[in-house]
Each structure stands twice: as C-alpha cells, then as structure tokens.
C-alpha cells in the first residue's frame, strides 16, 4: 500500500494534480464547488469549519494504512501461509510427522506453502521422510474438510525435477491416504507397472497413482500460479472419485475427509511382488513441500 501511495504522491507533483493531503482531494463533493467557481481554500470552510476532518472520509481511509487495518488482514494469511484463498488452500496442521532425516527434517516446511525449485532443481523448503514402516507424514486444514468437488480435489507437491540431457525425471515416490477420522485409512490407487516391478524405473509413467512423479513449478512468493492446476503449478493431482466406491471410500467421496497422509512407497508392499517397492539407488526418501486442496467447508 506503502507503494501505491508513492507512486500517487509522485504522479501527482509531475502532473501538478492535489495530493492526498489536498483538502480539496479530501472532500469529493467538493467537485460541485469547484464547477461553481468556489474556492474552500479561499473561503477557509474546510479549514475552520473542520467539515473535512470531522466527515474524515478519505483521512479515515489513509489512517486503515496507519492503523494496521491492512496489515490485520493479512493475519490470516500468515495463519494459513499460503498465496490463495480458502477455497483452494495448503494444509496448514501437521498431525504427525514419522520419519523426518537430515538437515530438511522440520515437518513444519511441509504446512509453510510451497516453493518449488521449478522443472530441474529441487526445492530446499521441504520435509525430507525417510524410508521404512510408519514413514509418513499426516497434515490437515484447521477446522476444515476436503470435499469432492470437480475435477482435481487435492494436489501434493513433493519434490521431483529433471535432470541430465535425456530429461529424466529423479523421483522419490509416496503413496496418498486419506481419512475422516486419522484412523481408518483409503489410499488413491495406485500400480508400479514397470515391465519388473522389483527394479527401479524413472519412468514417471510407471508409477501411476503415486506422489513424486511431477516437479514442482509453484513458488508462493516467485511463481504463485493456479495451485490446483498442475499444468501451471506442478505437482500430482488427485481426484476423490477415483477411491474405491465401498467403504470409507465410498464415504468419502460423498462427504469428504479431513486428513491427509503420505507414506514413502519402499516404506510399502507391493501386492504384485510381495517386496517393498523399489527406489532410485541415489534416493533417500520423499521430500514434501505441501499439499493444496481445491473445495474446503467447516468440519
């Protein structure tokens, strides 16, 4: 705001226009005056009769940049530190955090919004998980469910990028889970189809329904583009109408849910080999930078 008004204020001494401590510029229905031919400043009406400081329309309206007011509503932004609305937010509550490794090991990065390193480098704003059972990481959205609504309804955004001259993809996969009570758990589905599944592939076409595959183009502050829309904004979407349709799944897509939960995949087992799913030789676990959800309503 601080801004705008320089740039007003300089404006106007170029143009020789009244500045907003012009009392002429204080009182809009002044303009009639003006047509008239009548002159405030000459007749001291605005001065001795205080009409504009007590009226204090336009003064009012500075003193909010005074006062703080703007800076008041910015408070929700810093509660829910993300660049967008409610209806298209970050979870903002980590719920647990099992499994944390090395110096990127805050769980709170993974509830600050998201900074991606963009389409080949990988961002530092990150909570790294580890591998192993029970590694994961459950957040939610303060007093708020996720619910079904078109299209995408949850993007989580983990921290893959490109690399080398043939464009792989460097990946460290997690599976997705959601519920409505932190207890009983659905994940979206998900299938490694890579022709030997107990072998590794950077194939991010292998490992359909997983998180990880998608590098992350939103930055909050330096690209803060559509955060459901990983066209613009990276990251893997997705989608309540693909849980099971009996169940809680089937609950869920009618109700929605309220947490979130990210399991690194070598930490799981793959049904079609009865071994742990495989990971890249250099990787070390999933890094998660944060999670948006398209459609919020009051718990």
Partial sequence: MLRICLCFFLLSLVLGCPTADDPVDDDDSGDDDDATGDDDDATGDDDDSGDDDDSGDDDDSGDDDDSGDDDDSGDDDDAIPCAWALESTCADVVVDAA????????????VNGVRGGGQTGGGTDVYSLNYGEGASLTVRWSGRRVLNGPGLDVVVFENAFEYGSQGAIFMDLAIVEVSTDGNEWVAFPHDYIADDEEVYSDDPSAWSGFAGRTPVLLHE??????????????????????????GPGAAIKVDGFVFLRIVTAPSVENPDTGAPYPFAAISNGADIDGVYAATLAAE
Wanted: glycine share 18%.
């Fill in 99 to 110: 499994g944390g490794a090395g110096p990127t090991g805050d769980p709170n990065n993974a």
């Fill in 221 to 246: 502050e330096d690209n803060p583009v559509d955060p459901v829309d990983p066209s613009v904004a990276g990251g893997d979407g997705f989608d309540l109408d693909d849980l099971p349709d009996e």
